[in-house]
T-cell receptor, first 111, second 114 residues
Framework: KQEVTQIPAALSVPEGENLVLNCSFT??????LQWFRQDPGKGLTSLLL?????REQTSGRLNASLDKSSGRSTLYIAASQPGDSATYLC??????????FGTGTSLTVIP | DTAVSQTPKYLVTQMGNDKSIKCEQN?????MYWYKQDSKKFLKIMFS???????INETVPNRFSPKSPDKAHLNLHINSLELGDSAVYFC?????????????FGPGTRLTVT
């Protein structure tokens, strides 16, 4: 069974810093990996999607990488802002319709 | 025993029709969601709903509307279907305020508009 973990569980940084969130998964037979953010009381907002054949995706200040063989993905956030404060989740999709979510990283960006 | 179920599993219909997809959860959750997965397998939230608040993703056309007859059901109605509506639609549920890991997803409904 796929297990997805995220480190760290919580992170607090001053505004303007660059930061990296980590996601690891146990089964490399994935279809894709997606990064989400969740704001309190709301559903998931999609950030980046990496197909299993891809190595990275970029959107604005966000960059996500994927190393399938080692079972790792990172989300890099450049020049963090207070509005980036949220819980960040990675989710692995298998070749069926199963999603396996990570444990989440709670990010606080201090003004 | 299914936690989150959706019907139908497959739906093929013509442009201009109105259709509904049903979702039911037996987990006692108070919040339900609808997601759309596009052709690139990108999962995007459409709605989140509990008995107090409906949050709509502003990019969702108003042809889409959620209907909740009770806490255990959140159906998706789509009016005047368009070709671009073809996708897989996922329902999910959780306790209000739960993290994404605690969202339970249904098996998906593949909608094809011809």
């Amino acid at each position: 069974k796929q297990e997805v973990t995220q480190i760290p569980a919580a992170l607090s940084v001053p505004e303007g810093e660059n930061l990296v969130l980590n996601c690891s998964f146990t089964d490399s037979a994935i279809y894709n990996l997606q990064w989400f953010r969740q704001d309190p009381g709301k559903g998931l907002t999609s950030l980046l999607l990496i197909q299993s054949s891809q190595r990275e995706q970029t959107s604005g200040r966000l960059n996500a990488s994927l190393d399938k063989s080692s079972g790792r993905s990172t989300l890099y956030i450049a020049a963090s802002q207070p509005g980036d404060s949220a819980t960040y989740l990675c989710a692995v999709k298998d070749t069926g319709n199963q999603f396996y979510f990570g444990t989440g990283t709670s990010l606080t960006v201090i003004p | 025993d299914t936690a989150v179920s959706q019907t139908p599993k497959y739906l093929v219909t013509q442009m201009g029709n109105d259709k509904s997809i049903k979702c039911e959860q037996n987990l006692g959750h108070d919040t339900m969601y609808w997601y759309k997965q596009d052709s690139k397998k990108f999962l995007k939230i459409m709605f989140s709903y509990n008995n107090k608040e409906l949050i709509i993703n502003e990019t969702v056309p108003n042809r889409f509307s959620p209907k909740s007859p009770d806490k255990a059901h959140l159906n998706l109605h789509i009016n005047s279907l368009e070709l671009g509506d073809s996708a897989v639609y996922f329902c999910a549920s959780s306790l209000r305020g739960a993290g994404g890991r605690e969202q339970y997803f249904g098996p998906g409904t593949r909608l094809t508009v011809t």
